[in-house]
């Protein structure tokens, strides 16, 4: 596609429920990234994929949190036990290489836990 | 590790106005770095870049130098406009590590 496409862009879920959220990067680019926006903070980074490896899972804040990402595209990002603490804006960016060039970010996912 | 420090906001300014939004960076190599810009109910995208020493970023009348004697990259425009209020993130790019500042909010009034 154009751009990098995240689905669902609104997601209310009941505390305790499984959600999963999608992200399409740019086709081509190999490094995609996961961060999390909630209100008033800046992004907190929570994973980084090169091709369907993930180097760097340094930033997923707990074990209820896991992302894959299948055949160098398409990732998803599941977070299990919902909390109320999780709700947020889940952004997803991909980049052409992960050596310096610039990111391209997806509308973001706004993740309600209610 | 890396990390990347910017003014907290909000910056308040009116038309036509000066901007400075002070970048600073900590980081082990030579990293390349961003500006981004997210307008109210919009996702995130590049403003400009700079991808070594004293390399200058521009685009919309905004600029940005990168210096490494100082390590910052300080986001400046001449004449602010009202359509220009929205949150700025500094960043730095290095190998697999792509670091944010926690953003600068600009609201501009006419």
């Known amino acids: 596609g154009a751009g990098v496409s995240q689905s669902p862009s609104n997601k209310v879920t009941e505390k305790g429920k499984d959600v999963e959220l999608r992200c399409d990067p740019i086709?081509?680019?190999?490094?995609l990234y996961w961060y999390r926006q909630s209100l008033g903070q800046g992004l907190e980074f929570l994973i980084y994929?090169?091709?369907?490896?993930?180097?760097?899972k340094s930033g997923l804040p707990s074990d209820r949190f896991s992302a894959e990402r299948t055949g160098g595209s398409v990732s998803t990002l599941t977070i299990q036990r919902t909390q109320q603490e999780d709700s947020a804006v889940y952004l997803c960016?991909?980049?052409?290489?992960?050596?310096?060039?610039?990111?391209?970010f997806g509308q973001g996912t706004r993740l309600t836990v209610v | 590790g890396d990390s990347v420090t910017q003014m907290e906001g909000p910056v308040t300014l009116s038309e036509e106005a000066f901007l400075t939004i002070n970048c600073t960076y900590t980081?082990?190599?030579?990293?390349?770095l961003f500006w981004y810009v997210q307008y109210p109910g919009e996702g995130l995208q590049l403003l400009l870049k700079?991808?070594?020493?004293?390399d200058k970023g521009s685009n919309k009348g905004f600029e940005a130098t990168y210096r490494k004697e100082t390590t910052s990259f300080h986001l400046e425009k001449g004449s602010v406009q009202v359509s220009d209020s929205a949150v700025y993130f500094c960043?730095?790019?290095?190998?697999?590590?792509?670091?944010f500042g926690k953003g600068t909010m600009l609201l501009v009034s006419p």
């Open positions: 980081a082990t190599g030579y990293p390349s």
């Open positions: 700079a991808t070594k020493a004293d």
């Open positions: 960016a991909s980049s052409f290489d992960r050596i310096n060039t610039e990111a391209f």
């Open positions: 086709s081509g680019h190999t490094a």
């Open positions: 994929f090169q091709g369907n490896s993930a180097p760097d």
């Open positions: 960043a730095l790019h290095q190998s697999s590590t792509l670091t």
